[in-house]
């Protein structure tokens, strides 16, 4: 099974861009779905997009708008940004290996991300 | 949008008790239903998913079923570390999580 690791600043001001890094080992990212997902202090997942290898997307709609997923196969890695940020995206970000309908097999630790000034 | 609702939000119970959980999306979504456990400061794990396969490694006594709307994970027998937040998640078009059922000790 792969590991996953999100790395990324833990503090981000209000209005800037929020982006994180999730670096996949133990296997290559050139196959499969890879899922961002959030957790906001003491409530629920909150599922953010998801990118296929070859680079196709698929964003939550409330965030559409202001989410860019992006992948870097060359390292292995996959990419979250999200803009305008606000209070309301302080939450733990996970990074995740989604296998479609059998659901999402492999999670990162994941990485408080803070949104103040 | 798909939405997703779970019930109970809590419950609580003890050792040896059958545990089920229901999930029922707003409309059908097939059996592209999946479920998780998270435990307090750690990231969730698949416990079942296309609502009644058993994720590797996971005991038997976690089980789900259900199809189109309407879905359950059933505990056969609580052990002491099922005590935890159980989230369903909808695969069929994007990937909306419902809000949680947390079971704790009684």
């Known amino acids: 099974q792969v590991q996953l690791q999100e790395s990324g600043p833990g503090l981000v001001k209000p209005s800037e861009t929020l982006s994180l890094t999730c670096t996949v080992s133990?296997?290559?990212?050139?196959?499969?779905?890879w899922s961002w997902i959030r957790q906001p202090p003491g409530k629920g997942l909150e599922w953010i997009g998801y990118i296929y290898y070859s680079g196709s997307t698929n964003y939550n709609p409330s965030l559409k708008s202001r989410v860019t997923i992006s992948v870097d196969t060359s390292k292995n890695q996959f990419s979250l940004k999200l803009s305008s940020v606000t209070a309301a995206d302080t939450a733990v970000y996970y990074c995740?290996?989604?296998?479609?309908?059998?659901?999402?097999?492999?999670w990162g630790q994941g990485t408080l991300v803070t949104v103040s000034s | 949008d798909i939405q997703m609702t779970q019930s109970p939000s809590s419950l609580s119970a003890s050792v040896g008790d059958r545990v089920t959980i229901t999930c029922r999306a707003s409309q059908s979504i097939s059996s592209y239903l999946n479920w998780y456990q998270q435990k307090p400061g750690k990231a969730p794990k698949l416990l079942i998913y296309?609502?009644?396969s058993l994720q590797s490694g996971v005991p038997s006594r976690f089980s789900g079923s259900g199809s189109g709307t309407d879905f359950t994970l059933t505990i056969s027998s609580l052990q002491p570390e099922d005590f935890a937040t159980y989230y369903c998640?909808?695969?069929?078009?994007?990937?909306?999580f419902g809000p949680g059922t947390k079971v704790d000790i009684k």
């Open positions: 296309a609502a009644s």
């Open positions: 998640q909808q695969s069929y078009s994007a990937g909306t």
């Open positions: 133990g296997g290559s990212i050139s196959s499969y779905y």
């Open positions: 995740a290996q989604d296998i479609s309908a059998a659901g999402l097999v492999g």
